[in-house]
Structures are given as structure tokens and as C-alpha cells.
């Protein structure tokens, strides 16, 4: 579907294009919904990349569910898809950084991902996450 948002192209409703609006549509109305964010939790800050998009989810944990409070996701650039899995997984957590960053600023969080990066953060990038 994000290719629709791209200049010039066709607007072509295909079984694909349904299958994937009935799936996002499901996915919206459905549990876990987005919640307000209690201040006296962490904030936990998840976050897990392809070959084609990267995504982000802020939230807090209630009773050991993960609740969602917000969602950022792009797509991957063909300059950012030369990237290793790893800097796609730092880009996804400075993108995610910079669209919450008034949230993030002022509160600590603890960041989840599907690969074990944060060595690599941490002798890359010493100052970017305190």
C-alpha cells in the first residue's frame, strides 16, 4: 500500500491491495489499541527492521501485556537498504527518537529489539542514548 504513495503511480485496488486494507483496518480495531501513557512507568521502546521498512512501537507494560502508545514506521530508502542489519536498527531507534523526542527527553525507557545491538550503540554512538 505505501506504494501508492509515490509519484505517478496508478491507483489499482487489487486483491492485494484489499487483503492488505482488511488486515491494517484489523489490526486498528483490534486489542492492543493505543492507551494514554502512565507517567510512573518506564516507557519501553521496541523496535525491528526488513529489507524494506523499519518500525517502532512506544509503550508501557500493564500486568506483563505490552500496551502500544504510539507506532513510527518508513520505509527503507536504497541508500538505507546497503545498511547492515545493525545501523537499521540504530536508524529505527534515532527515527524513533526523533518523532518522540519530547516524550523520550524527560523520561527513561528501556529499548527492545530483535538483535543484540546495543554493543554496537554503545562503542558507535557513545552519547546517543543516556
Known amino acids: 500500500m505505501t506504494h501508492l504513495l509515490e509519484k505517478n503511480t496508478p491507483f489499482i485496488f487489487s486483491k492485494d491491495c484489499i487483503k492488505a486494507f482488511q488486515i491494517l483496518k484489523k489490526k486498528l480495531t483490534d486489542a ?9 512507568l518506564p516507557f519501553e521502546l521496541m523496535c525491528d527492521v526488513s529489507d524494506f521498512a523499519i518500525g517502532a512501537v512506544l509503550g508501557k507494560r500493564h500486568e506483563k ?3 502500544p ?7 527503507i530508502t536504497d541508500a538505507e537498504s546497503n545498511y ?7 536508524l529505527a531507534v534515532v527515527i524513533a527518537q ?5 516524550v523520550l527527553s ?25
Open 32 to 40: 492492543p489499541i493505543l492507551i494514554a501513557p502512565n507517567w510512573d
Open 65 to 67: 501485556h505490552f500496551r
Open 69 to 75: 502508545i504510539h507506532y513510527a514506521s518508513k520505509t
Open 84 to 90: 547492515t542489519t545493525t545501523e537499521k536498527e540504530m
Open 98 to 102: 526523533i518523532v518522540k523526542s519530547l
Open 106 to 130: 524527560v523520561l527513561s525507557f528501556i529499548h527492545k529489539s530483535f538483535t543484540s545491538s546495543a554493543s554496537f550503540w554503545e562503542s558507535q554512538y557513545p552519547n546517543l542514548i543516556d
